[in-house]
Nanobody
Framework: QVQVVESGGGSVQPGGSLRLSCAAS????????MSWHRQAPGKQRELVAT???????HYADSVKGRFTISRDSAKNTAYLQMNNLKPEDTAVYYC?????????WGQGTQVTVSS
């Protein structure tokens, strides 16, 4: 069994910051990549940021320069530092874990940006 648990969501005003955490535990041999995705009401889930086993990162254009993804391989944990948040960042944020062709998803954490 593998568990993926997100934390750190909440409500913030525009221009504010939040830091999301994603912890994977259980029978994971090795994690190849960890990603953050988000889904806003009425919209499809979209990729926000990815970090690979080699610490290569990729960001959606909409968050470049504002969000930073990082990982602690020893703890099977990924982080998403979100700065200068905008109302359009409001969504449920999901953590994705890829391990040798098997994928795992967390339950999601709500991020709301509103004045």
């Amino acid at each position: 069994q593998v568990q993926v648990v997100e934390s750190g969501g909440g409500s913030v005003q525009p221009g504010g910051s939040l830091r999301l955490s994603c912890a994977a535990s259980g029978s994971i041999v090795r994690i190849n990549a960890m990603s953050w995705h988000r889904q806003a009401p009425g919209k499809q889930r979209e990729l926000v940021a990815t970090v690979t086993i080699l610490n290569s990162t990729h960001y959606a254009d909409s968050v470049k320069g504002r969000f930073t993804i990082s990982r602690d391989s020893a703890k099977n944990t990924a982080y998403l530092q979100m700065n200068n948040l905008k109302p359009e960042d409001t969504a449920v944020y999901y953590c994705y874990v890829g391990s040798y062709g098997t994928t795992y998803w967390g339950q999601g954490t709500q991020v709301t940006v509103s004045s």
